[in-house]
């Protein structure tokens, strides 16, 4: 039976890479003899164009009957000035908790070919590999109340996580960090946030059911720090949400480009939203030269952790290796060989695939 994906292009470059990603995955549907089928539906700000709100209850529907769902990216210039409820990024809050995506898994490896095109000294970048997971439903971005206050001169956002939000995010780290080389690296505010002390009594806590994990604990500032200066000294990173938005960016650093990360959202069940962890780019959209490599390593992602399909998911990640091998890059990238455009990019990969 076919498998059921609802694409959600959404805003600025979010269109371009998902034709990408569209085009790779009618190449693994040729390659392993399996049928998807698309349904495209709104979010972000389409959705605000096009339904006056970021997130239609017809696209919640869409994505809650699907097997996979991958998102491009929402946001830009254009809404950034209406009001909260209807900002695009509310349509992507909005999916990750209706559909309880709480574990994000956001991967950096250094493909080879990108050991130069990182601003850091080669020997600290090459065979850094990664993995950030984030929480992604609770913390800052969810907690209540929000809002003005005292005539608009006092400001109240809330940090709020229950016990069980914790664990289960900890679970997750524990159990990529089993998969991996075993190092867990928690990272918090224990000095000064009091959810951060009780992040870091339950990671005390489910480590012991751990015991082959090394667990170390790290404050984000250090932890911000050290990512740039020693980046192989980690393994896998569990932190909060906030946390986990500014160090994945930051760690965009060591390949060189936030172009080329992707990322799992996943929930308790096997349904999972699949996206690049960079936004809309409204400063290169609509001109064609978008790296694709974020959103085509979501593809394989999706392949991996939802459809069951690791072995289309290693096409996919031996064909990006191959073309950046090989010299080929979007401008995004600092590195000798050919540029390409996003349409030439997502030819040379699927390419490639051919060939695997
Ligand atoms: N998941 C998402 O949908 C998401 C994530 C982050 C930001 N946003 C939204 O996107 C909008 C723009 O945010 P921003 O400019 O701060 O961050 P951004 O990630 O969109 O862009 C930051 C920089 O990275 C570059 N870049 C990003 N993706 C690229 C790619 N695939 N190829 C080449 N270059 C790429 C951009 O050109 C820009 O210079 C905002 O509205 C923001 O809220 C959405
Ligand atoms: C657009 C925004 C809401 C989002 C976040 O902060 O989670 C983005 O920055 C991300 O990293 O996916
Ligand atoms: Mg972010």
């Known amino acids: 039976m076919a498998k059921k ?11 371009e890479i998902m034709e990408s990603a569209v085009r790779v995955m009618d190449q693994i549907s040729k390659s392993f003899n399996v049928t998807f089928s698309y349904e ?36 830009g210039p254009k809404w950034d000035n209406i009001e909260v409820s209807k900002r695009p990024e509310q349509g992507l809050l909005g999916i990750r908790k209706a559909l309880n995506l709480f ?50 001169n006092t400001v109240v956002d809330t940090l709020q996580y229950t016990r069980e939000e914790i664990k289960r995010i900890m679970h997750i780290g524990f159990q990529s960090a089993m ?27 489910v480590s ?12 984000v500032d250090a932890a911000a720090m050290k990512l740039i200066t020693e980046p192989k000294s980690f393994d896998t990173i569990v932190t909060e949400n906030l946390f986990g938005d500014i160090l ?44 694709p490599i974020s959103m085509i390593l979501s593809v394989a992602m999706m392949l991996q952790h939802s459809l069951s399909m690791p072995k289309a998911a290693e096409v996919i990640e031996k064909s990006v290796e191959r073309a950046l091998d090989e010299g080929y890059h979007t401008g995004d990238l600092d590195m000798d060989g050919k540029v390409l455009n996003t349409v030439e990019m997502t030819d040379k990969i699927i390419e490639f695939m051919r060939e695997e």
Not at 208 to 219: A, G, N, Q, T
């Open 208 to 219: 012991k059911e751990y015991k082959e994990v090394e667990l170390e604990h790290l404050l």
């Open 40 to 75: 495209t539906a709104d979010i972000g700000g389409v959705a605000v164009d096009n339904h006056h709100t970021p997130l239609p209850q017809t696209t919640i529907e869409a994505c809650k009957n699907a097997d996979s769902i991958l998102l491009g990216a929402v946001g």
């Open 179 to 205: 998969g991996r080389s075993k190092k867990l690296t928690s990272v918090d505010k224990a000095n000064v946030l009091e959810s951060s002390r009780m992040w870091r009594e339950i990671a005390e806590e």
């Open 103 to 152: 574990a994000n898994l956001r991967p950096i490896r250094v493909y080879k070919p990108l050991v130069h095109a990182s601003p850091l000294k080669s020997d600290r970048v090459e065979g850094a590999d990664i993995l950030i997971v984030r929480e992604l439903t609770g913390g800052l971005y969810f907690g209540t109340p929000r809002e003005r206050r005292d005539n608009g």
């Open 248 to 291: 994945s960016d930051e760690a965009s650093i060591i390949p060189g480009t936030i172009g080329v990360l992707a990322s799992a959202s996943l929930n308790d069940k096997s349904l999972g939203l699949f996206e690049p962890i960079h936004g809309s780019a409204p400063d290169i959209a609509g001109k064609g030269i978008a790296n």
């Open 5 to 15: 994906i609802v694409l959600l292009p959404g805003d600025g470059i979010g269109p």
